[in-house]
């Protein structure tokens, strides 16, 4: 991510296009779709001008095979063409032209693709538009369709026409970029607007996604899944429902708060614009889907229903790479599932203009950044102590090794990733170089011992601080670690956004943030919490060291419940008793697994609209989220 230090939330947008099977049909109609496409997944970030988009393009084809040169020339004229008219630029690619083998006698071609890759600056990265809608009282949805012919619904190359082993004959194009060109601006100036409602900012643009594989009525599906609300479509075209449904021309769903003004802005431009329905706040098992097409009731089904037929192929795929026991888990949790609720009592807003200040780099309590080779977590983990108040300082192992020492450092904290690949096992690499190496030993021991000094590790570095016994059970007489990290109970890698809820516990860092339940980042592999014995978790229960806990969308934890811990995924690792986090007896030294360094920004977070953040925006636009009042908290504990 790139950052200004005027312009904190200055980034940069990246899309993919693609269109395989348009291409088998028509190779240089299937390139100008793969523009369109490309274009349509850039529309919801908000970028410098469409002439700053650089594209990449990638080319897998059979070209010695006979025909096959000829249908790539075409492709590249369309795609020439398209460029052109749209005035982008590709600046690079890469060509794999030998895409076919023979075998038996048979040669086997692979399908002619391209596949472009859009990049460009994004003036905001907090007013990307996601798919997910968000019901708001009077808020519609519309349909906008462009570059394409009007009236036309062509099939061709569509998923429809898979399901029945077809291809078809008749393919969409784009005969118009112009429409293309005027329906990026539209979305584009409503992305940098926004309205007051009451006493807070909203934006224009509620949701919005593009119109591609499966069409329109699996864009407005997938619209519905993400919002996880009920929606009611009628839809008025006098062509055949099928068509309408599932042809794949170019266009996109909104959803939006003022329909009048957005259709307004598209008859000046001649964009063919229309509302389809709206969103109503009915959650997971409450909500419908019902789509009414030229006055006949197409679908009228529960939404949880049609989202499992949706899941269908990645449940089989997810048989092969995740526990069956955790796979069940996640279907039934899908049914069960509303809103999460977020809660949040606690203030945790300040201006960070102290970081402009020259004498800042000077005064402030220094925190030393931990990194191994493999690490990855170094630059948000530096970003967050900074605007918390602390000089950061990136300490490598390396750097440690070659003699450097932790005595002018308040705080260290032991970053995510990957360290050594996580080839031993996670973290026991970085341990070994610790506990081996007597200087660096006795150098950690040393600041650890230290009353005035706290240390933060998180994901790998959570696993970190319980190999060295940082963390765990200190009533344990035993010298052996008491906590262990273990293989994630679903089998597999989890990456995921999902609530926790924060513990009443000795730690200084979390101190005045109990009860709340807020979202976080989970990212690993191995992050179930074991121990050497049963007593080992009571004891960390009861001297108050188990900070945070995995919880559900009512903010519940297993224990809630009465039972042992919460299902996959909101348990992502399988986690006795649901323990996200520990901490030290003195309650110095915080080990957690999920990511409150990728979360204390509100565009971090997958669903910031769940919460009212707007009236937490600084003049600097740099929207913290509640999660810097805990790296704020290690700041107010060093100069107290």
């Known amino acids: 991510m790139h950052r200004k230090d005027n312009q904190p939330n200055v980034g940069g947008a990246v899309s993919l296009g693609e269109q395989p ?261 009915e959650y997971g098992s409450d909500a419908h889907v019902k789509i009414q097409v030229n006055g006949k009731m197409e679908i009228n089904e529960k939404l949880v229903d049609l989202r499992e037929e949706w899941e269908l192929v990645g449940d089989k795929l997810g048989e092969h790479q995740t526990n069956l026991k955790s796979l069940e888990e996640a279907k039934n949790v899908r049914k069960d599932c509303k809103k999460i609720q977020y809660k949040c009592d606690f203030e945790w807003f300040y201006h960070p203009s102290f970081i402009y200040h020259e004498q800042y780099f000077s005064t402030a309590p220094r925190v030393a950044i931990i990194r191994e080779e493999g690490s990855n977590g170094d630059r948000e983990m530096a970003s967050a102590f900074t605007l918390a108040g602390f000089q950061t300082f990136d300490v490598t192992m390396s750097d440690m090794l070659k003699g450097h020492n932790l005595n002018s450092y308040r705080g260290v904290a032991f970053v995510g990733g990957f360290s050594y690949a996580d080839v031993l096992g996670s973290a026991k690499g970085w341990a070994a170089g610790i506990q081996f190496n007597e200087k660096v030993s006795q150098s950690f021991k040393v600041f650890r011992s230290r009353s005035d000094t706290f240390s933060y590790g998180v994901c790998n570095g959570c696993q970190l601080m319980a190999q060295l016994g940082w963390v765990g059970d200190e009533d344990d007489e035993s010298e052996s670690v008491t906590v262990f990290l273990d293989e994630n109970e679903c089998g597999r890698f989890e990456s995921n956004f999902g609530p926790v809820k924060i513990e009443q516990s000795r730690c200084i860092m979390l101190s005045g943030m109990e009860n709340s339940i807020l979202g976080l980042w989970s990212s690993h592999g191995e992050g179930q919490f074991n121990y050497r014995s049963s007593q080992n978790l009571e004891n960390l229960r009861r001297n108050g060291q188990v900070c945070v806990r995995f919880c559900d969308d009512l903010g519940m934890t297993g224990a809630d419940y009465s039972k042992e811990k919460l299902p996959y995924p909101w348990n992502p690792n399988g986690s006795i008793d649901d323990v996200a986090a520990i901490c030290s007896r003195d309650g110095r030294h915080l080990a957690m697994m999920p990511h409150a360094d990728r979360s204390f920004l509100t565009w971090q977070w997958a669903d910031p609209d769940d919460v009212n953040w707007n009236t937490r925006f600084d003049q600097q636009s740099v929207a913290l989220s509640p999660w810097i009042r805990m790296f704020r908290n290690a700041y107010n504990w060093c100069e107290t």
């Open 21 to 281: 099977i348009k291409m088998l049909i028509d190779a240089e109609k299937g390139a100008r779709m793969c523009i369109s496409e490309t274009i349509m997944n850039l529309i919801w970030a908000p970028i410098t001008d469409l002439k700053d988009v650089k594209m990449s393009g990638n080319w897998m084809w059979a070209a010695k095979c006979e025909g096959e040169g000829a249908r790539l020339v075409e492709a590249v004229g369309g795609l020439c063409q398209g460029l052109r008219e749209i005035g982008c630029a590709i600046d690079g690619g890469k060509d794999s032209l030998s895409m076919a083998v023979t075998a038996n006698g048979e040669v086997v071609k692979s399908p002619g693709t391209l596949v472009l890759s859009a990049y460009a600056p994004c003036t905001n990265v907090s007013k990307v538009v996601n798919p997910s809608l968000k019901a708001t009282p009077g808020s519609k949805i519309l349909w906008i369709k462009c570059g394409g012919v009007k009236g036309k619904f062509r099939l061709g190359g569509s998923a429809l026409a898979q399901v029945y082993s077809q291809i078809g004959d008749d393919c969409p194009d784009i005969e118009n970029f112009s429409e293309i060109s005027h329906v990026f601006s539209i979305v584009q100036d409503l992305l940098n607007e926004d309205q007051l409602v009451g006493t807070v900012r909203k934006p224009k643009i509620l949701a919005g996604h593009d119109i591609s594989d499966g069409g329109l009525i699996t864009t407005i599906l997938e619209m519905a899944f993400a919002g996880n609300v009920s929606i009611d479509i009628d839809i008025q075209k006098e062509t055949d429902p099928i068509n309408i449904l599932f042809s794949e021309e170019c266009g996109i769903v909104l959803e939006v708060s003022d329909a009048e003004n957005v259709m307004k802005r598209c008859q000046s431009s001649v964009i063919e614009c229309s509302v389809i329905g709206h969103a109503t706040p």
